[in-house]
């Protein structure tokens, strides 16, 4: 099995990442069942375009048939859209769920979207994944309108191409819409070993061996806590043994958390560093 790494990122690029995260626009309000939901101005379309991923469920020509090319590798592999930007900040669009991490710029004006420049990492894959993201690079540039929808007071996405064609995607919250604000950046070193968990219903169970780092004004990494217990799961992190990583995390709260549970929820952001135990 191929093993990939980010090593050794350096201490005043983890401080600089750690200062990249923006408070996401709220979503509006959905419109009650049964209604028409009101044509929606490019502000009010990208307000609901960066509150969710967007997953997309089915790729048609222009006479509704099926186009398999976009959705072959599905449920294994499903392309996943993104989007931000604000007044400050440049509008990207994330394209996920491939071969290589890409992205490129959008501009909304109205129900109108346009999608520029994609660029990607250059890791090659199996020839299906490649594919996959060649026929995704070629088709992005071509959209030209978008139609947010509502189902069952669920968002849909429908993005329309210049060439007939088009996707529909569902949504699915980001995490910043889910907890209802902006997440906590921490940075926390997990040891290569787990532990037996000694606290409450967790008691017994391995517990990652974690302790905070953080980073001061000249990039300069220091031990903020004691290794302890964590008690809990990292979304998006898993752990093998015999390895120490440095992880970006973000911490959301919790409005109401079952009784006995954490009042926080952990994201895993990115990991910087990763390192084989001696």
Known sequence: MQRWKLMSLSAAAAMALAACSSTPSSTPAAPAAGSTA??????????TLQAYHWDLERAEDQSGRPLPAF????????????????????????????CNVMGAGYQLDGDKISITNPIGTMMACEPPLMQLEQAVSAQITRAESLRISQDNNTPRLTLQFNDGSRWLLKSVPTNETKYGGAGETMFYEVGPQTKPCNHGVA????????????????????VAGDWQHFYGNIEGYQHEPGYSNVLRVKRYTIANPPADASRYAYVLDMTVETAKAP
């Not at 009101?38 to 307000?47: F, G, L, Y």
């Not at 008691?203 to 220091?222: I, W």
């Open 71 to 98: 959705t072959a590798l599905a449920p294994k592999k499903v392309l996943r859209l993104g989007f931000s930007g604000d007044a400050k900040t440049a509008h990207r669009v994330s394209i996920g769920n491939l």
């Open 203 to 222: 008691k017994g169970v391995q517990c990652l061996q974690v302790r905070e780092l953080r980073y001061d004004s000249n990039g300069r990494k220091t």
């Open 38 to 47: 009101p044509a929606m101005n490019a502000s009010a379309n990208d307000k």
